[in-house]
């Protein structure tokens, strides 16, 4: 019996050794977490503080590049987008429609019909435009719900227009946006994805000026120039940007925030408002 207790209580030790462990894993898993959630809201703060910066030396530009900053033990990553460079698709017309859709590979006979459904979706009135999609083209198709015949509020909605396939979404979503109001993406500013909706621009076309013009050290610099020999020129600053800010611990522990900001304050006193706010990995 004194055997049989000795291994009981060895036994239960053992049981209570282990779960003690896994609880210290635990609360430092939640602890780490919580730090680098912590670290990824300090950089997009610290993001917005350069944005209202008057100083255009000092200032971080706001078209896409990444930026390093290392705080206590802690390395942040932050990327800022102007929302001018990215495609609205409230304010944009069918033609850049079209070079955006066909420029991420899809077929020009369905770009046509998925353009003609995305207008469709967000103009008010009920009429079908030619190769568009209404009410009764929905019913048809199976779906119990029509196009909104209103602006887009997220882009996530165009997931619900008709012939939208979730790979072309994927590939589109970094350049689109509802709050620049503007019909075509400022090269300035604007990432690869965006750039493919401007006329005969390639994919590697693309690529390569978004990589020219991080090379600038400033967006007043003449040198980036797009395929067509248009000067890629910044006009003014803006209000609204996209912000990415990713933080990572010494022990490979990381998380990230992505906001979309509007400057200029707001009634409770605070420097920004924010428009979108995503948080971890996405896709």
């Known amino acids: ?18 779960m003690a462990r896994m609880d210290q894993l635990e609360a430092h898993t939640v ?15 610290l993001a917005v503080l350069s944005l209202r910066d008057p100083d255009e030396l000092t200032r971080l530009i706001p078209d896409g590049r990444p930026y390093q900053i290392q705080y206590q033990d802690i390395s942040i990553e932050v990327q800022v987008t102007d929302e001018r460079g990215k495609l609205d698709i409230n304010s944009t017309n069918e033609e850049t429609l ?3 859709l066909t420029g991420h590979g899809m077929d020009p006979g369905e770009a046509e019909l998925l353009a003609a459904a995305i207008l469709d979706w967000s103009d008010p009135d009920e ?5 568009g999609a209404e009410l009764e083209r929905y019913e048809s198709a199976g779906l119990g719900v029509g196009p909104g015949n209103r ?7 165009l997931l619900q227009v008709l012939g939208m396939p979730w790979d072309l979404y994927t590939k589109m ?5 509802v709050f620049s109001e503007t019909a075509i993406p400022d090269p300035a500013y604007a ?17 390569n000026f978004v990589e020219q013009r991080h090379s600038e050290d400033s967006l007043s610099s003449i040198g980036a120039e797009l395929p067509n020999g248009q000067v890629a020129m910044a006009r003014g600053r803006g209000l609204t940007y996209s912000i990415l800010a990713k933080a990572t611990l010494p022990n490979g522990v990381w998380d990230q925030v992505e906001a979309t900001i509007r400057l200029g304050g707001s009634p409770e006193g605070l420097p920004y408002r924010v428009l979108r706010w995503r948080e971890g990995f996405h896709h």
């Open 173 to 177: 979503e970094p350049g689109l946006t």
């Open 31 to 45: 602890l780490s977490g919580t730090r680098a959630r912590l670290a990824a809201e300090a950089g997009l703060n």
């Open 98 to 100: 079209l070079n955006m």
């Open 1 to 18: 019996m004194v055997l049989w207790v000795m291994l009981l209580i060895t036994i239960s030790t053992g049981a209570y050794t282990l």
């Open 191 to 207: 990432p690869a994805e965006a750039l493919l909706a401007l006329p005969e621009m390639t994919e590697e076309e693309a690529l």
């Open 151 to 157: 602006a887009f509020i997220i882009i996530e909605e």
């Open 127 to 131: 009429i079908e435009r030619a190769n």
